[in-house]
């Protein structure tokens, strides 16, 4: 339920489960509207309820993704998609096994690419051919990355080989068993087919993005803040519960 509306970018919801009704009713309505719709996916625990929202439409109410192309937004440099702390197996096992993708539409870096560089360069022309993002989804770290476009004094426009931040390595040592094991860089969709995205949704959940939420919308620009960024789309909505909902 929305108890909010006055923003037009900021749309608060009661709790995870209204957010991840109204943020799938989102993509859904894209999907009516142009079933060869292109959409950008990110990983993460924000995502997993509105992808379980989609396979439900999919299921109960015919929502057709056969026609659909998907850009995944990262993968860790390293991990093959058999791996099962790869963002390629998260997609499979929470999304695309349970939906009507083509497999020749879906689009993931492939963390395990003999040249990286390359993989990132194709990556971003596949993009282009594509036609572009329709819609993306993102979610938000805490310390306000989107994708692994982590807090620094530039960022990078193309599709590239990304460094970690320490606190993000903290934030995944429990997944990997220790910060050593998670991976030091990742493939990162740059900031500009993000950017280039005719539609971008950003959902954040819980107490821990109340504060990086009131960041990246405080109408200040910093690269330090990743997020803050998407202040200057034109076309974002950024979807919180009331737990990361800010002051
Ligand atoms: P989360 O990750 O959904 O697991 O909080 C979001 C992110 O780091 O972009």
């Given amino acids: 339920m929305m108890i909010d509306d006055n923003a037009q970018i900021l749309r608060i919801y009661k709790d995870y489960n209204g957010l991840c009704t109204a943020t799938a009713k989102e993509i859904a309505e894209q999907l009516q509207r142009k079933t060869d719709s292109v959409l950008g ?13 989609l396979i439900r439409m999919h299921r109960e109410e015919d929502l057709d993704f056969s026609k659909a192309t998907t850009f995944n937004l990262d993968e860790y440099l390293g991990l093959s ?8 197996h998260f997609m499979e096992v929470h999304f695309f096994s349970q939906v009507n993708l083509q497999r020749k539409n879906i689009h993931l870096l492939n963390g395990m690419a003999d040249n990286p560089e390359v993989e990132c360069r194709e990556f971003d022309a596949a993009i282009e051919r594509a036609g572009g993002i329709d819609l993306m989804l993102l979610g938000i770290g805490r310390n306000g990355h989107i994708g692994f476009n982590e807090p620094q004094s530039s960022l990078t426009l193309a599709t590239h080989v990304a460094r970690l931040d320490d606190s993000t390595r903290d934030l995944y040592a429990g997944e990997f068993g220790s910060r050593e094991k998670v991976p030091e860089q990742a493939l990162a969709m740059g900031v500009l087919p993000i950017f280039k995205s005719r539609r ?5 959940n819980g107490s821990a993005k109340k ?9 200040k620009v910093d690269t330090l803040l990743p997020a803050s960024l998407l202040q200057l789309h034109g076309n ?12």
Avoid at 212 to 219: D, H, K, T, W
Wanted: glycine share 10%; proline share 9%.
């Fill in 81 to 88: 998609p058999q791996h099962a702390l790869s963002y390629g």
């Fill in 200 to 204: 971008i949704l950003l959902a954040a």
């Fill in 41 to 53: 996916l990110p990983t993460g625990k924000t995502p997993m309820g509105v992808y379980q929202e």
């Fill in 236 to 247: 974002l909505t950024v979807l919180v519960d009331a737990e990361a909902a800010p002051e």
């Fill in 211 to 219: 504060k990086v939420i009131g960041e990246m919308l405080s109408g």
